[in-house]
């Protein structure tokens, strides 16, 4: 048991509040787990102390990839509040820990708590989230953005668009219609855009059976990397196919955890990591992914979710403090893909770099109202 902190850190947290908000979207995308189309589900949850200084985080639950909305905001009102209500700011630690062991699961829970009590923090000692990770090692990290649109029409506008932004990587969701229309997207877009690095993730879209000759033409096209190609439980798939492509082979769905990490260097089942504080529960499980993979000689990429603004700059924060994950970030969502972003200003994007922010906690500020008028149900704990 640790002592009480002092001064700043000795301030209590008073209330929380979660919303579950239905975010509007541009269009629809597939992948090879599934399609979104319409809107996404977030959740952002408010951390309030004393002097009333206030932090916000955001959960990004996929239902099939991570969880869902529903659970999330039974995760904060049931299982969170207790351990969160009347606990120093300075327990961070402590109150992470404990909420880790209330509930299973809810990994994007976990990661939005996180990120409010770093912003909370944050605002409270006037420090960037980076600061309090460890301090930043890049000011801008490359962005990467999806082609992901049935209609491939669609999609060639947004690579005119991004191209014209400054964009130069993209990444390219394959498997969830045919081989030849994969080969012709990715061919397309490295003749027009020479200059645009191009990477495959098939989100575990194709069959262990027979996929390897799939593989290989993708391995002809000389891409940047091969995301997930089969479900995650296919380990000794992914081992038989980094073993047989020269491109190097990514892991997304098969590691969420530091444990998951480690098996996948003992199965030797890929290259690099998609690290993303949804999968891991937040930002220092995802430092601990990136420290694992880059121990064993392996490189780390800022994968997202369906994500706001919001949780962006939470991995933008990990992104900027963690020098193992040198491959970019794919924090695109805010800038690209939502009808309008839950930040009060926009996501800090130049030049197809995203801008790492110094200014106290996550560094831009939120839009409450808008929080408010997309929001479908509502909890508030408050302490006694
Ligand atoms: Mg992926």
């Keep these: 048991m640790t002592t009480q902190p002092d001064g700043v850190l000795s301030e209590l947290i008073i209330a929380m509040e979660a919303w579950h908000c239905k975010v509007p979207v541009n269009a629809r995308r597939d992948h090879g787990i599934g399609s979104v189309l319409g809107s996404v589900d977030v959740v952002v949850v408010k951390l309030t102390s004393e002097s009333g200084a206030v932090g916000y985080g955001e959960a990004s639950p996929w239902p099939v990839f991570c969880g869902t909305a529903e659970a999330d905001l039974a995760a904060f009102e049931r299982y969170f509040a207790p351990h969160v209500l009347n606990q120093p700011i300075g327990n961070r630690a402590t109150i992470l820990r404990r909420c880790e062991h209330a509930v299973v699961h809810c990994s ?16 409270l000692l006037s420090l960037p989230v980076h600061a309090l990770m460890g301090g930043k090692v890049r000011d801008r990290v490359p962005l990467s953005v999806s082609i992901a649109n049935p209609d491939f029409n669609t999609d060639k506008q947004l690579a005119e668009r991004i191209h014209n932004d400054g964009v130069r ?26 200059d645009f690095t191009v990477r495959v993730d098939y989100n ?20 940047g990397f091969i995301e997930q190609p089969v479900a995650s439980r296919h380990w000794q798939c992914m081992r038989e196919i980094r073993q047989s492509i020269r491109t ?25 990591v998609s690290v993303k504080i949804m999968k891991c529960g937040g930002l220092t499980r995802g430092k601990e992914i990136a420290a694992i993979a880059e121990a064993a000689g392996l490189g780390a990429y800022g994968g997202d979710m369906f994500e706001t603004g919001i949780a962006h700059l939470a991995g933008l924060h990990m992104v900027a403090s963690t020098p193992a994950i040198s491959l970019g970030c794919e924090y695109y969502q805010a800038s690209y893909y939502l009808e309008q972003d839950l930040l009060a200003s926009p996501f800090p994007v130049e030049d197809g770099q995203v801008i790492v922010p110094d200014k106290p906690g996550l560094g831009v500020e939120v839009d409450l109202n808008r929080i408010q008028s997309c929001a479908l149900s509502q909890v508030i704990a408050q302490s006694s």
Aim: aromatic fraction near 6%.
């Design 248 to 272: 190097p082979l990514l892991a997304d769905e098969s590691v969420f955890t530091p444990t998951d990490m480690v098996r996948a260097i003992n199965e030797e089942i890929c290259d690099a």
């Design 169 to 194: 990587v993209v990444k390219v969701k394959t498997g969830f219609n045919t081989h030849e229309f994969d080969v012709m997207r990715i061919e397309w877009l490295q003749n027009n855009y020479p």
């Design 108 to 123: 994007d829970a976990k990661a939005a708590l996180e990120t409010a009590l770093l912003d909370l923090t944050g605002q």
């Design 204 to 223: 575990q879209g194709l069959e262990p059976f027979d996929c390897m000759r799939v593989l290989q033409d993708i391995d002809d096209l000389n891409v």
